[in-house]
């Protein structure tokens, strides 16, 4: 059972982390995962640990787009009856480029679990799913050094 306040805790967890994807912040978006952070991805087989998913998949992909944004608007979230474990269901976009620097649209969606030590407490990142829509390039190559 949510309620409104666990959705706009857990909207403002999500616009938390698309600025530190966006503005490529490791460092900021850390402490928002837990240490054994579970993840996997559109290419991605499953990783284990919070340091592991950042060298192995942030690291990958969040300097070689730009304008990412978690799509709060569709956010969907299910919550477990005592609201210390939810699960958030929503879609992402970015600007992802090809080889010769051309941009192209890179939408895609995303699972995620979430747990807290009490209501009061901030979410934590357990688990994440982000995965790219069909069809659209799996492999970004970063911003042209002029744009």
Request: without cysteine; aromatic residues 12%.
């Amino acid at each position: 059972m949510s309620n409104d306040s666990d959705h706009a805790s857990i909207k403002a967890w999500f616009d938390t982390w698309s600025g530190y994807v966006a503005n490529v912040d490791f460092d900021s978006a850390r402490p928002m995962f837990d240490e054994d952070l579970l993840a996997f991805g559109t290419w991605m087989d499953t990783v284990e640990g919070r340091e592991v998913v950042i060298e192995k998949q942030w690291k990958s992909i969040w300097g070689t787009i730009k304008d990412f944004r978690f799509m709060t608007e569709t956010l969907q979230i299910r919550v477990s009856p005592d609201r210390l474990f939810a699960i958030a269901v929503l879609v992402w976009d970015s600007t992802g480029f090809h080889e010769n620097g051309e941009s192209y649209p890179r939408p895609g969606r995303a699972t995620v679990g979430l747990r807290r030590d009490n209501v009061d407490a901030p979410w934590m990142g357990v688990h994440t799913h982000l995965s790219l829509n069909r069809g659209v390039p799996q492999e970004s190559f970063g911003a042209p050094k002029d744009s």
